[in-house]
């Protein structure tokens, strides 16, 4: 019922924008190589669909393999720093350390690194997501509860299961908001990686149109990219959800 309910107040929501968006733009009498009203994006979407579905297909690989690897790198990462006291010592400062360093700005070296194709645009979404996932990872395994692991030290449990069977479980949540934070942010690492530089993508669809002044196919791409994230995070979202579930069935 909340799910419905949600759903509906969304797309009456969208189509509210939309219509602003095209009264404004028949109010105003905007050329449409500035502001093309949402029915010329729409029927260009249309017209064009094969081609903004060819670049659509490559952004999508790379964002979800830019999740998978940042995810699993994160996961892997926050799970070695608990096994081991002296590379939380060690790593965690080099990782805030990090952050310092605008990601941004490491794209066009991922490009010459790695050439134009998808290996630069999976790492620069790796690279953003990488540090949020490891963080709330990081944060949930050393937020357990206090009582269950003394209770479980003096029953002579190892770090290992200490790890496996107390932390893992309770840091599911926390794992689960990064998960969230991965969603939003891989499409735009993905697509910073394909305006640096790349020969396809709806990043890249989108500079050229850009340059050609056709404003109606960029707007079109844009959409396309939108809609993909707010399904990406959606999917996600339910992801987390199970995760959130299964940890309070565990406790």
């Not at 952050?99 to 700005?105: C, E, G, H, L, T």
């Amino acid at each position: 019922m909340i799910a419905a309910r949600r759903t509906r107040d969304a797309g009456l929501a969208a189509l509210c924008a939309v219509s602003l968006w095209q009264a404004v733009v028949w109010a105003t009498g905007v050329p449409a190589f500035i502001l093309p009203g949402p029915l010329r994006v729409f029927a260009t979407l249309f017209e064009q669909r094969e081609l903004i579905l060819g670049h659509a297909a490559v952004t999508v690989a790379e964002v979800l393999l830019g999740i998978a690897l940042g995810t699993l790198l994160g996961a892997m990462t926050a799970l070695q720093l608990m096994l081991s006291r002296t590379a939380l010592r060690l790593v965690l400062p080099a990782l805030v350390f990090s952050q310092a360093v605008p990601v941004f700005a490491l794209a066009p070296l991922l490009t010459l690194w790695l050439g134009y194709g998808l290996g630069s645009k999976i790492a620069m979404a790796v690279l953003i997501i990488y540090f949020p996932v490891a963080s709330a990872a990081l944060d949930g395994l050393r937020h357990s509860d206090p009582a269950l692991i003394a209770m479980a030290r003096s029953f002579g449990a190892s770090k290992r299961q200490e790890l496996f069977r107390i932390r893992l479980p309770a840091a599911l949540p926390s794992f689960a908001s990064g998960l969230r934070l991965a969603a939003v942010y891989a499409p735009i690492g993905a697509v910073i990686g394909e305006w640096v530089g790349a020969s396809q993508g709806l990043g890249y669809l989108m500079l050229l149109a850009n340059g050609r002044a056709k404003t109606d196919l960029m707007f079109a791409a844009l959409l396309v990219l939108a809609l993909f994230t707010v399904v990406l995070h959606k999917a996600v979202g339910l992801l987390a959800d199970h995760l959130t579930r299964r940890a309070k069935g565990l406790g």
